[in-house]
T-cell receptor, first 114, second 111 residues
């Protein structure tokens, strides 16, 4: 049974560019959350989607957006990239959107902005 | 907003010594989860605590949830080199669904 898969695994972008990161949750999981993890820090919540609806949004600028598709996969878009956006972007899936559900993380996408 | 603080930031131990990391939330939590992240890896779920005062054990790991549901601890007995990694606590607020992570405790174990 496949776990959470994210693509690409690594990405290098230039300041000002746009990037799209993709996530496929565990089969049967309807909730996807996105986190940003800067080196040496804990993951910071960006978005949660459940059944294609946004359920929560963290303290990130409007340059960050996301969506969830009918098959529950998800994309995270970041516009007008800044150097500070360099981080590991983690996708986590869970079986429901309720509080207290275990989150399964993908291996992440390492984004470097130069 | 909710803040989750974790101490210590780093811990270096000799193999066989015990290790403890502490987690404190600025708000009451509905539950707290613990994750382990190996160097270069992604967070892996260890356990979830839900009840006030709850204590759970996994082999050499003991997890506690405070009576006020605002703090938690992870204790490892007789550390092994396989315990190396960063341990994160992550709390969910009573009314929310997001996980708020602490900064993590990076554990290194000298053989």
């Amino acid at each position: 049974d496949a776990g959470v898969t994210q693509s690409p695994t690594h990405l290098i972008k230039t300041r000002g560019q746009q990037v799209t990161l993709r996530c496929s949750p565990i089969s049967g999981h309807k909730s996807v959350s996105w986190y940003q993890q800067v080196l040496g820090q804990g993951p910071q919540f960006i978005f949660q989607y459940y059944e294609k609806e946004e359920r929560g949004r963290g303290n990130f600028p409007d340059r960050f957006s996301a969506r969830q598709f009918p098959n529950y996969s998800s994309e995270l878009n970041v516009n007008a990239l800044l150097l500070g956006d360099s981080a590991l972007y983690l996708c986590a899936s869970s079986s429901s959107g309720r509080a207290g559900t275990e989150a399964f993380f993908g291996q992440g996408t390492r984004l470097t902005v130069v | 907003g909710q803040q989750v603080m974790q101490i210590p930031q780093y811990q270096h131990v000799q193999e066989g010594e015990d290790f403890t990391t502490y987690c404190n939330s600025s708000t009451t939590l509905s539950n707290i989860q613990w994750y382990k992240q190996r160097p270069g890896g992604h967070p892996v779920f260890l356990i979830q605590l839900v009840k006030s005062g709850e204590v759970k054990k996994q082999k050499r790991l003991t997890f506690q949830f405070g009576e006020a549901k605002k703090n938690s601890s992870l204790h490892i007995t007789a550390t092994q080199t396989t315990d190396v990694g960063t341990y994160f606590c992550a709390g969910r607020e009573t009314s929310g669904s997001r996980l708020t992570f602490g900064e993590g405790t990076q554990l290194t174990v000298n053989p």
